[in-house]
């Protein structure tokens, strides 16, 4: 067994054993390593805020850089124990996805919805979303549950497999920090305006590719949910741009495509509304759409390890530039 070959199956066994406990287990009950996480950048917040872009991109950088930097000293201390490092990338894996806790909120406003309690999918609709639920009827909160399934699925899911098979756990605990600050700070609130610019700005930097690669997975299983991957590529190319957001727009878009809906439209956030735009054709979704929504966000997920195998082999591979040297019987994985 060559050390290459170690330190890439053990940084894709990782992966794939912490989707594995992410998908049976889900997020831990007590003791969230991202809810601590939270409260620390909380704290450091209440000492570091200003309004300047100058200090919240430093408070960013502090804080994904401290979080990469302890994820970077555990791959230094199990690079030459590929059982370690299997173990501690899993765990970092099984943290930092939301594949599971994602799914099972959306069947929860599927059954809230099916059942004619409107008060309490308004209610339930806050874990998933942050737009105002007050004046929601059945057919806006279906529509708020199918684009939060299909932005969260490349957030929470796609993202970190993607980062974790470049940089293994440093870039799974770095992006889910990242991640974890935008939705901290990265709002257009009056308070986070210039304060939370680097935190957005960074999550957008973050997710720019993992957000394509969720919109090619989402067109490529859209017959196993009833579409065609020619619509949500249509969809995606010609409404993602219509979306504020670089990212959502071109998953959202996929998603309405493969699911032959329609999405976007007027949100309200408090005393903001803001304007998603068309995205897709067809029929506004329904609350019969949400299991369809459910099923398609997992299939991502699954195509999103499967892209990550892959990447994390390429990035073993490397350039070949010149002669290959003999082997170290010890090696350190790279990056």
């Known amino acids: 067994m060559t050390g290459r070959w170690r330190c890439t199956g053990a940084r894709t066994a990782g992966l794939a054993l912490g989707f594995a406990a992410d998908l049976a287990f889900g997020d ?12 620390l950048a909380a704290a450091l917040e209440r000492r570091l805020w200003a309004d300047s872009r100058r200090r919240g991109v430093a408070y960013a950088a502090l804080c994904v850089g401290a979080t990469a930097g302890a994820g970077l000293l555990a791959r230094r201390l199990t690079a030459h124990h590929p059982v370690a490092e299997t173990l501690v990338t899993a765990a970092a894996t099984w943290a930092v996805l939301g594949g599971r806790s994602l799914a099972a909120e959306g069947r929860a406003m599927h059954r809230l919805l099916d059942h004619g309690d409107l008060d309490g999918a308004r209610r339930r609709l806050s874990h998933l979303a942050g737009r105002d639920p007050a004046e929601l009827g059945p057919g806006e909160l279906a529509r708020a549950t199918v684009e939060s399934l299909a932005e969260n699925t490349s957030d929470a899911v796609v993202a970190p497999l993607l980062w974790g098979a470049v940089a293994g756990v440093p870039g799974l605990v770095g992006y889910r920090a990242a991640n974890t600050l935008d939705a901290m700070v990265g709002h257009r609130r009056a308070r986070y305006a210039r304060f939370g610019w680097g935190a957005a700005r960074l999550d957008d930097l973050a997710n720019l590719l993992p957000a394509r690669v969720s919109a090619a997975l989402a067109a490529a299983a859209a017959p196993l949910v009833g579409g065609t991957p020619g619509a949500a590529r249509r969809a995606w190319r010609r409404d993602a741009a219509r979306h504020p957001s670089p990212n959502a727009g071109p998953v959202e878009a996929a998603f309405a495509g493969a699911l032959g809906v329609t999405l976007g439209g007027a949100n309200r956030y408090g005393d903001r509304v803001e304007d998603r735009g068309r995205l897709g ?14 099923r398609l966000s997992r299939l991502v997920g699954a195509g999103g390890l499967a892209v990550a195998a892959v990447l994390a082999q390429a990035v073993s591979r490397g350039p070949v530039t010149g002669p290959r040297r003999p082997e170290s019987p010890r090696p350190e994985c790279a990056g």
Do not use: S
């Open 28 to 39: 831990p009950r007590r003791g969230h390593p991202v809810a601590g996480f939270g409260r």
């Open 281 to 294: 054709d067809g029929p506004a979704p329904m609350v019969a759409d949400i299991p369809r929504a459910v």
